[in-house]
């Protein structure tokens, strides 16, 4: 199971950081853990990705104002979000896969809840 917490409501240019806990059976380290996002009306999208030895993956929007880290210890995965603009406004989930990161959502197994970022201008 994944669970999201951390969102909420910000001012354009201001940060957030998402966390992503996993429980159940199951080696976290096993697992690329993914971030997705979909704002209102649109389809979802790829935001960034990692896997157990930290190999990253970022969605051009967002390179270089998002910073994504887990700590296998915790089983935790936090999505560090900086600079944030009205259009990073979505419900943000996050993921989980065997084996290694990739940018497609269909090859995620495991999915949150969401947690709702708002970033006003």
């Known amino acids: 199971q994944l669970a999201e917490s951390g969102g909420g409501l910000v001012q354009a240019g201001g940060s957030l950081r998402l966390s992503c806990t996993a429980s159940?059976?199951?080696?976290?380290?096993?697992?690329?853990m993914g971030w997705f996002r979909q704002a209102p009306g649109k389809e979802r999208e790829f935001v960034g990705a990692?896997?157990?030895?930290?190999?990253?993956n970022y969605a051009n929007s967002v390179k270089g104002r998002f910073t994504l880290s887990r700590d296998n210890a915790k089983k935790m995965v936090y999505l560090q979000m900086n600079d944030l603009k009205p259009e990073d406004t979505a419900v943000y989930y996050c993921?989980?896969?065997?084996?290694?990161?990739?940018?497609?959502?269909?090859?995620?197994?495991?999915w949150g809840q969401g947690t709702q970022v708002t970033v006003s201008s």
């Open positions: 159940g059976p199951g080696s976290f380290t096993s697992h690329a």
């Open positions: 993921a989980a896969r065997l084996g290694t990161i990739s940018d497609y959502e269909i090859m995620y197994d495991y």
């Open positions: 990692i896997n157990w030895s930290n190999n990253l």
